[in-house]
């Protein structure tokens, strides 16, 4: 089998690839020019022109949904920014964190502690009280006299999930505790709401500027993926139509860029594993339902435990009866207590259950129906949202996060 494999890596280095650059579709990849956002760095331009004075720019707030270049354009505007810094000897640092980061930076400790490596310091990824790590923290920015301190906190709703509006509140109360630097913040948000749940104290700090992304629409879309497949691919790779069809399906979902983005390079992967020199619209569909499937996945993973073992008792009741269409409440918490019973897991209550149900209906992984049984009461008939051949991957994938 090793000789096998040895030479399938050799005949894949002899294939010619469709692809010029793949780098052009990634979503990690910064353009020399955002198209369709022109106002938007204007704005954020606006705002932070001012550091280039030694002054100190407003906090900002960016928020629109995912796929809408927030951060793309943010980190392109203070690069910029930076840049003009640099040239003319202006002191000014920009930081980036990702506050959606397990175990780097979703919590206010490992946060702060993010910053302090991103200026060059150290200091343990957990153990100490948060106290000492701001101490770290503002210790290191005096001695590396840091005078204009940019801070984008991309994903900021999610540290607020975790660590609460304290966080925040502390992160935007900074320049009160720390001599001769002035600290602006820039929070990143999806959550189209987030703000107006804060506390009134941290939401007019942190909003000192508000800036909206809006969805791009079809024809923007189709003008980003033109823009990127150009560099990205060979000539006459691509059939007419994939582009518009990548669009159509990223317009459908809000807007998303990214997405959109995510299907063209996943389509053309698929082509070129099958050895094809062309992508064709059929690829696009392909891609679609792989990314659905792996968006799946990823949202299993993250989910907290008492959810995941609802789940694997749902899965694993339609895996032991193939026949089986639908399935009613009470056989779910039956088995979801055995399960709990093999985890260690506390058992949650009928009610609970239920909620956790319409949960998972709401995120499109089942079919929550509530029925009527007359004078017996209501349940739930549960049924899958998805196909049956990816029930065993969910049931291997929450074996391994629940330990069984």
């Given at each position: 089998m090793p000789d096998d494999l040895q030479s399938y890596f050799t005949q894949f280095m002899k294939k010619e690839s469709i692809f010029k650059d793949k780098t052009y579709l990634q979503t990690t990849y910064m353009p020399d020019e955002i198209p369709h956002r022109q106002e938007q760095i204007r704005q954020i331009a606006e705002i932070l022109a001012p550091a280039l004075r030694n002054e100190k720019p407003s906090n900002i707030f960016i928020y629109g949904?995912?796929?809408?270049?927030?951060?793309?354009?943010?980190?392109?505007?203070t690069g910029k920014l930076l840049t003009v810094a640099q040239e003319n000897q202006i002191p000014l640092t920009v930081i980036y964190v990702n506050c959606k980061m397990k175990k780097v930076a979703d919590t206010?400790?490992?946060?702060?502690?993010?910053?302090?490596?991103?200026?060059?310091?150290?200091?343990?990824?957990?153990?100490?009280?948060t106290d000492e790590v701001y101490h770290?923290?503002?210790?290191?920015?005096?001695?590396?006299?840091?005078?204009?301190?940019?801070?984008?906190?991309?994903?900021?709703?999610?540290?607020?999930k975790k660590a609460g509006d304290e966080a925040l509140y502390n992160l935007t109360r900074?320049?009160?505790?720390?001599?001769?630097?002035?600290?602006?913040?820039?929070?990143?948000?999806?959550?189209?709401?987030?703000?107006?749940?804060?506390?009134?104290?941290?939401?007019s700090s942190l909003s000192e500027e508000e800036i909206l992304?809006?969805?791009?629409?079809?024809?923007?879309?189709?003008?980003?993926?033109?823009?990127?497949?150009?560099?990205?691919?060979?000539?006459?790779?691509?059939e007419e139509g994939v582009i518009e069809k990548c669009a159509a399906y990223a317009a459908r979902e809000h807007g998303d860029a990214r997405r959109a983005l995510d299907l063209l390079r996943v389509a053309a992967e698929i082509a070129e594993r099958e050895g094809k020199q062309k992508v064709t619209i059929d690829y696009i569909d392909l891609a679609e339902?792989?990314?659905?499937?792996?968006?799946?996945?990823?949202?299993?993973?993250t989910q907290p435990k008492q959810v995941q073992a609802v789940l694997y008792a749902i899965f694993t009741i339609f895996q032991h009866e193939k026949q089986l269409n639908r399935v009613?409440?009470?056989?779910?918490?039956?088995?979801?207590?055995?399960?709990?019973?093999?985890t260690g897991l506390r058992p949650l209550t009928q009610r609970r259950v239920s909620d956790i149900l319409a949960e998972l209906d709401m995120l499109g992984i089942i079919n929550a129906q509530v029925?009527?049984?007359?004078?017996?009461?209501?349940?739930?008939?549960?049924?899958?949202?998805?196909?049956?051949?990816?029930?065993?991957?969910?049931?291997?994938?929450?074996?391994?996060?629940?330990e069984l």
């Open positions: 949904k995912t796929g809408t270049g927030k951060t793309l354009t943010t980190r392109h505007t206010e400790y490992r946060m702060i502690a993010q910053i302090i490596r991103e200026l060059g310091g150290d200091v343990p990824s957990t153990g100490l009280p770290t923290f503002f210790s290191l920015i005096e001695k590396a006299n840091v005078k204009n301190l940019i801070l984008i906190l991309d994903e900021v709703d999610e540290l607020v900074m320049n009160e505790y720390v001599k001769g630097t002035q600290i602006t913040i820039i929070g990143i948000s999806n959550d189209l709401i987030f703000v107006d749940n804060l506390d009134p104290r941290v939401k992304f809006p969805p791009y629409n079809a024809l923007q879309i189709q003008d980003i993926l033109y823009k990127r497949a150009e560099k990205a691919f060979k000539p006459g790779v691509l339902e792989k990314i659905e499937r792996d968006r799946i996945m990823d949202i299993i993973k009613h409440t009470g056989k779910v918490y039956e088995v979801y207590r055995h399960v709990c019973n093999h029925i009527s049984k007359g004078r017996y009461g209501r349940t739930k008939e549960i049924s899958l949202a998805l196909s049956q051949s990816f029930t065993d991957r969910i049931i291997t994938l929450l074996t391994e996060e629940l």
